[in-house]
C-alpha cells in the first residue's frame, strides 16, 4: 500500500448513492477517468435517514439512482450494478448475505493472494464489505479497501453517518486485517466544499452530467449567499485516480468505543493502516470538472 499505484486500477464502489448528492460525483469521476480506473461493479448500500424509509428503501433507491449516473456518463458501458445489504449487522458475527456481497467475494477470489489488489472503495456504511469478510475471510488477502466513514484520531469524536450506521461493520474494518486506507469526514474531506454558483459556471453549462448534478445539488439546501456544500465522497475516489491529491501517513488502527469516540492512546498490538490527513481539493475539483465537461452537451429536459 506504500508504493505508488500503477493504473488502471481495478475498483469496486459500494455506494449509499441516494443517501445526499456527493456520492453521485464520486461514481461519475472514477466512471470519467478510464485511463486511471477500471470499474468493475457497483454495490448499492442500505442507509436510513429523512431522504429514505429503512435501511432497505434506501438501498433500493441508491440503486435507483446509480442507474441514472450511468445513464448520464456512458449508457452504453457501463458496469454491472448489484443490490446490497437491506438491513444492518445484527451483531459482531452475522453477515447480511446480498448480491453484491456475493459478486464481491467472487471478484475478490479471481484475484491472485499475492499480487494484484480488487480495489474497493466504500462510501457508504461498511455493511456489504464486513458482511464479504465475514462469509469469506480469504478476500482479506486479495483486496485493499478505501472506506470514508468516521472522524480522524485525534478528532474528539467520531459521531459520523457512515460510521454509526453500522458500528459492527465499521469495526470489522478497522480491527480486520484487511488492507485499508482509512479517509475521515473530520478534518479531511470537510475540505471538499464546493458552492451553486461554481457549479453553475464550471459543470451545469457543459454536459447533461453536470446540469444534472448541479441541479440535485441546487435542490439539497436553502441555497443563499455564503451556502456552500461539502462534496464528501469524492475524496475516496479521489484517491485511487490520483494518490498525490491525499496525503495519508501509516498509522495504528482506532479502536471504537461504544460511545462512538476513539480510545486514547490507541493499544498496542493495532495493525497498520493508512490514515488520509490532508486532501487537495483545487485537484480534485478542476480534473473533475474539466472531465465532466467532455459529456454529452444537451440540458436535461424540465
Known amino acids: 500500500m506504500n508504493a505508488l499505484f500503477n493504473h488502471p486500477l481495478r475498483v469496486v464502489l459500494d455506494t449509499d448513492t441516494y443517501n445526499e448528492v456527493d456520492d453521485q460525483f464520486a461514481l461519475a469521476h472514477l466512471l470519467l477517468s478510464p485511463d486511471r480506473i477500471q470499474l468493475d461493479a457497483v454495490y448499492a448500500a442500505p442507509f436510513f435517514n429523512n431522504r429514505s424509509t429503512s435501511p432497505a428503501d434506501g438501498m433500493e433507491r441508491s440503486f435507483e ?12 458501458q457501463r458496469p454491472p450494478v448489484f443490490r446490497g445489504s437491506t438491513r444492518w449487522m445484527p451483531d ?12 464481491l467475494i467472487t471478484r475478490a477470489m479471481a484475484f491472485p493472494e499475492n ?3 480488487l480495489h474497493v472503495v466504500a462510501i457508504a456504511a461498511a455493511t456489504n464489505i464486513a458482511s464479504a469478510l465475514l462469509i469469506e475471510p480469504r478476500i482479506a488477502s486479495r483486496i485493499v479497501v478505501v472506506w470514508l466513514g468516521g472522524h480522524a484520531p485525534s478528532w474528539p469524536h467520531t459521531d459520523e453517518f457512515n460510521l454509526k450506521q453500522d458500528i459492527y461493520a465499521a469495526r470489522i ?3 480486520h486485517d484487511v488492507p485499508l486506507v482509512l479517509v475521515p469526514c473530520n478534518p ?29 445539488v441546487r435542490h439539497y439546501g436553502n441555497v443563499s449567499a455564503g451556502w456552500s456544500k461539502v462534496i ?29 469516540t476513539w480510545m486514547t492512546p490507541t493499544p498496542p498490538g493495532r495493525r497498520t ?17 474539466t472531465k465532466a465537461a467532455s459529456q454529452p452537451a444537451a440540458q436535461l429536459s424540465q
Not at 453477515?95 to 456475493?102: C, E, F, L, W
Open 232 to 260: 464528501w465522497d469524492i475524496a475516496a475516489t479521489g484517491y485511487l485516480i490520483d494518490q498525490s491529491w491525499i496525503r495519508t501517513v501509516e498509522a495504528p488502527s482506532p479502536v471504537l468505543k461504544d460511545d462512538l
Open 188 to 216: 479531511v474531506c470537510s475540505h471538499m466544499i464546493t458552492t451553486v454558483a461554481e457549479l453553475e459556471k464550471h459543470l451545469e453549462p457543459h454536459s447533461r452530467l453536470g446540469a444534472y448534478l448541479t441541479q440535485i
Open 273 to 289: 493502516i493508512r490514515i488520509a490527513q490532508e486532501v487537495n481539493r483545487n485537484g480534485i475539483l478542476t480534473d473533475f470538472f
Open 92 to 103: 459482531p458475527v452475522i453477515a447480511v448475505s446480498s448480491d453484491a456481497v456475493t459478486d
Open 115 to 117: 499480487g494484484e489488489k
Open 65 to 76: 439512482e446509480i442507474h441514472r449516473v450511468l445513464d448520464l456518463v456512458n449508457p452504453a
Open 173 to 175: 474494518l478497522l480491527d
